[in-house]
């Protein structure tokens, strides 16, 4: 087996670094929402310069932040590439799309979209230990309508 048939890996420090940023979110977030229910909790009404409506965006809208944010890097780190094709996350549970099922693909920077009839998978080459190896590998695999597609 030669290194092009080798699937790229997940990088463990970019997993590390991403988490932590999410973590330093989690708890800016936190700090917030505690400085602005706990008064809220003890008095019986929200801190002087917010109303009821205003505390809940404030929490709420964070939180939500936090909670898209979450599902997207889920989605991303466990995004594997295979020889049969690639493993994303669904609502469903996991799911392959093969090679042969890619209908078109556009690179966005250090991003390979790619897009079958129900699906597109975003492919951040940065999140992977070997990134110069990403777009090697995935353009060995697609079918021959879309390596032009990459190449252009």
Known sequence: MNEGDVPPSISVVSRVAVL????????????????????????????PPFTGATVCVAVVGPFAF????????YKIFNTHLSVE????PTLRGRVLVRWSDIKGVRV???ELRLWSSTLSIA?????????DRVPAFV??????HCVSQLAG
């Open 20 to 47: 932590g940023v999410l973590g330093l979110f989690v708890i800016l977030f936190a700090w917030m929402a505690s400085t602005l229910l706990l008064p809220w909790i003890k008095t019986g009404s929200p801190p």
């Open 66 to 73: 936090l909670g898209w944010c979450g599902a997207h890097i």
């Open 85 to 88: 094709g690639i493993w994303t």
């Open 108 to 110: 966005k920077g250090q």
């Open 123 to 131: 492919i951040n080459v940065w999140c992977y230990t070997r990134p």
């Open 139 to 144: 353009q060995g695999h697609l079918p021959a």
